[in-house]
């Protein structure tokens, strides 16, 4: 029997698009990404650049809003790369990238 993708979450998706930019081995350097989907324990995004499975970054919400049911209620998260795959589509990014937080958050 196979197993889904879906089927091996702890936490569910909610597919959400906003623009975050990300730091990648503590440079200060920030680079543009979108935001595909969230949950309490990670999220998907689309960057540029691919980022090596294992690797911290750090995630700040370019629309950060205290008063946000969403995402943008955080003014960022500290995250892990689990996975990072190259897509093929037009007015796309380049890269899909799957982070887990190191700590869950609370949906509003």
Known sequence: MEVSVNDKRVYKRYEYHAPIVYEY???NSYYDAIMCNHS??????ESNYALPKGVE????????SPLSSGPESRAGYHAEVRWCIEI????SHNYKIGVNYFEPVLLS
Request: hydrophobic residues 35%; charged residues 30%.
């Open 25 to 27: 081995g503590n440079t």
């Open 40 to 45: 309490m324990g990670g999220m998907c995004f």
């Open 57 to 64: 970054i750090h995630i700040k919400m370019k629309n950060f």
């Open 88 to 91: 093929e589509e037009e007015d």
